[in-house]
């Protein structure tokens, strides 16, 4: 067994998405080949209901998965299919973009305002852009939650991990998807598949992650009052992203610590990106935009 080194630590940047919705972005819209399936993490977490009321009007899709993971708050959907409906606490939607959607995200906070989730683009191979559309809700009390030795507690969204396997399935690049608690003080070894790229999102708590050599702590931004300056557990979000091997160890801080943990396999094919839109050549990506102008982007339905 070879643990995992980490290739780099990135901190998760302001930006405006939406209507003018304020998130913070660890990876997306550059060069993504070390992530590759994956596009684009973004964390919507926020306090201010002026920050992300105005949401996600209707955009379009193509040729991509958005997997929309709901902390806090709610976040309510509609399409240009007919389908409709609102994500809960806990809860999962798996939207397989396909040959093209229309759709629309709308966040509303809970009692007290705030609203946490997290939406993480995966791209789909070459044979699979113009598949049709399909939606996977999953009601938080369907994902599976295992817990090692009654100490870490692992919520398994997608893929399969320590006997339990999620409830999204048929997924392009074979992902696992992962909601990890490491208790204070705990030390833990996690398996990730050797051939898949792989890094952690860490939004709860402070840990440090161990490479061969010697260990590189990771800040994070916890939800709620900020903490005494000088605290360990403040800092900003950060994403871990690990090099080859099959395993992954993290020491929890004082107050534990809790991370996505996503790998997926490469597909390794050409990306043509511009907006929503995720092709593999430029001429594909002017024929879709010129699609949407001329009313015949939707494929299905």
Known sequence: MSIRP????????????????????????????????????????NERPDDYLAGFPWHPHRGIETITYVLSGTVSHGDSLGNQGTLGTGDVQWMTAGSGIVHQEMPQGDPQGRMHGFQLWANLPSSLKMTAPRYQDISSRDIPEVVDDHVTAVRVICGSFWGQTGTADGVAAEPRYLDVWVPPGRRKTLPVE?????????????????EASQPLPVPTEQVGPPAPRGSEDTGNRSLVLFDRGDEVTVQAGDAGVRFL???????????????????????????????????TFIKHG
């Open 6 to 45: 980490i290739k780099r630590i990135v901190e998760a940047k302001p930006t405006i998405e939406g209507a003018g919705v304020r998130l913070r972005r660890a990876f997306g819209f550059g060069d993504t080949r070390d992530f590759d399936p994956f596009l684009l993490l973004d964390d919507f977490r």
């Open 194 to 210: 050797s051939s898949a790229h792989a890094f952690a999102y860490v939004f709860e708590g402070s840990g440090t992650f161990r």
């Open 261 to 295: 943990l996503i790998s997926g396999r490469p597909i390794q094919e050409p990306v043509a990106w511009y907006g929503p839109i995720v092709m593999n050549t430029e001429e594909q990506l002017r024929q879709a935009y010129e699609e949407l102008r001329d009313g």
